[in-house]
């Protein structure tokens, strides 16, 4: 057996292939600024001299790092404050544990972001990436159409044509708005998300639609809570104003229904004899934990990031699935928030 003097080094890589150390470096570790043909002639030196002294070198016969990257376009003050995203990546790291894959997080606060996003996620650091709650007119899916690994979005990102994964968000509206108009509420208001969310978009739609189908105001009875609990509180505040003698409450996400919930009680509004609220989500941390317990939209987000994995290794097996656009069900859980 050769000593380690023996082994091929970079610069016999370089040296074979006729190109500089630093080209040969950028290619074995799949930087940018590389020509194809020159990426071509140090892999195939690489692999005709058996070069493998680090995992760059390891990856050229697997293609894999054994790492995937999960991307939140949120600020990360506003992933941490909302429960949502600690359970999404909880449930990625375990789906991904079970897989043999590593996880590493990346936050995009900003458009400035989105250079140094591309070039971690190009460099060959990972093998692919789960790309969470992207805005309208966020520019990042359609960057994230340049790279080379595979992605997949959770939710509906602007741009068409990409792997996604969302939950059926118009019918999850129309569940609560149903529900509530069964239950005799008439004056049903609605606290949205941010009014550049693909989500919050889909959700005051079905609300909007459910209520004109049945002939009943909607114009004016929407205010943005943007998805938080204090921008629920705030928004519920101006809908008491906007419509003093509302029933009904459709809250966009759970936070958002805390924050209702709070200035409702503040107004001597009570809950449900005076005014149901339904949320969105029923996350387990809030929705059973509020005063009455609230009435939600039931989603899945572990299984949705199941789904978003499994979509991603079909596609680095070679076997990319045949629909882009998957779209999860949701349900209806009731509770004393809507029970008289």
Same mark, same amino acid.
């Given at each position: 057996?050769?000593?380690?003097?023996?082994?091929?080094?970079?610069?016999?890589?370089?040296?074979?292939?006729?190109?500089?150390?630093?080209?040969?470096?950028?290619?074995?570790?799949?930087?940018?600024?590389?020509?194809?043909?020159?990426?071509?002639?140090?892999?195939?030196?690489?692999?005709?001299?058996?070069?493998?002294?680090?995992?760059?070198?390891?990856?050229?016969?697997?293609?894999?790092?054994?790492?995937?990257?999960?991307?939140?376009?949120?600020?990360?003050?506003?992933?941490?404050?909302?429960?949502?995203?600690?359970?999404?990546?909880?449930?990625?790291?375990?789906?991904?544990?079970?897989?043999?894959?590593?996880?590493?997080?990346?936050?995009?606060?900003?458009?400035?972001?989105?250079?140094?996003?591309?070039?971690?996620?190009?460099?060959?650091?990972?093998?692919?990436?789960?790309?969470?709650?992207?805005?309208?007119?966020?520019?990042?899916?359609?960057?994230?159409?340049?790279?080379?690994?595979?992605?997949?979005?959770?939710?509906?990102?602007?741009?068409?044509?990409?792997?996604?994964?969302?939950?059926?968000?118009?019918?999850?509206?129309?569940?609560?708005?149903?529900?509530?108009?069964?239950?005799?509420?008439?004056?049903?208001?609605?606290?949205?998300?941010?009014?550049?969310?693909?989500?919050?978009?889909?959700?005051?739609?079905?609300?909007?639609?459910?209520? &004109?189908? #049945?002939? /009943?105001?909607? *114009? !004016?009875?929407? @205010?943005?809570? $943007?998805?938080?609990?204090? %921008?629920?509180?705030?928004?519920?505040?101006?809908?008491?104003?906007?419509?003093?003698?509302?029933?009904?409450?459709?809250?966009?996400?759970?936070?958002?229904?805390?924050? &209702?919930? #709070?200035? /409702?009680?503040? *107004? !001597?509004?009570? @809950?449900?004899? $005076?005014?149901?609220?339904? %949320?969105?989500?029923?996350?387990?941390?809030?929705?059973?934990?509020?005063?009455?317990?609230?009435?939600?939209?039931?989603?899945?987000?572990?299984?949705?990031?199941?789904?978003?994995?499994?979509? /991603?290794?079909?596609?680095?097996?070679?076997?990319?699935?045949?629909?882009?656009?998957?779209?999860?069900?949701?349900?209806?859980?009731?509770?004393?928030?809507?029970?008289?």
């Amino acid at each position: 057996m050769g000593s380690t003097q023996d082994r091929p080094t970079l610069e016999d890589v370089a040296a074979y292939a006729g190109v500089s150390r630093s080209t040969a470096s950028r290619a074995l570790n799949e930087e940018t600024y590389v020509s194809p043909k020159a990426r071509e002639a140090v892999l195939a030196a690489a692999k005709d001299l058996g070069y493998s002294p680090n995992q760059a070198a390891r990856s050229l016969v697997t293609k894999r790092t054994g790492a995937v990257a999960l991307v939140l376009s949120e600020p990360e003050t506003k992933v941490l404050d909302d429960p949502y995203y600690p359970t999404v990546m909880r449930a990625a790291f375990r789906e991904l544990a079970s897989r043999g894959s590593q996880m590493l997080v990346m936050f995009v606060d900003t458009r400035d972001d989105i250079p140094r996003t591309m070039k971690f996620l190009d460099g060959g650091h990972v093998d692919g990436a789960l790309v969470i709650a992207p805005h309208g007119g966020d520019p990042l899916p359609t960057a994230l159409r340049l790279l080379r690994v595979p992605v997949v979005f959770g939710g509906r990102p602007g741009s068409k044509g990409l792997y996604t994964v969302d939950y059926d968000n118009v019918s999850g509206a129309r569940l609560a708005v149903e529900h509530l108009i069964g239950l005799g509420r008439r004056r049903i208001v609605t606290v949205s998300g941010s009014v550049d969310h693909p989500a919050a978009q889909d959700r005051i739609t079905g609300w909007r639609e459910t209520l &004109a189908e #049945r002939g /009943l105001k909607t *114009a !004016g009875l929407a @205010v943005s809570g $943007d998805f938080t609990h204090y %921008g629920g509180e705030v928004a519920m505040t101006r809908l008491l104003e906007l419509e003093p003698k509302l029933d009904g409450v459709f809250a966009a996400s759970d936070p958002m229904a805390v924050g &209702a919930l #709070r200035a /409702l009680r503040a *107004a !001597g509004r009570r @809950v449900p004899q $005076d005014v149901a609220v339904v %949320g969105f989500d029923d996350n387990p941390s809030l929705a059973t934990a509020t005063d009455p317990p609230l009435t939600s939209v039931h989603q899945e987000p572990g299984e949705q990031v199941r789904r978003m994995i499994s979509m /991603l290794m079909a596609m680095l097996a070679g076997e990319p699935p045949q629909i882009k656009r998957e779209v999860l069900p949701v349900s209806l859980t009731i509770r004393a928030s809507t029970q008289t």
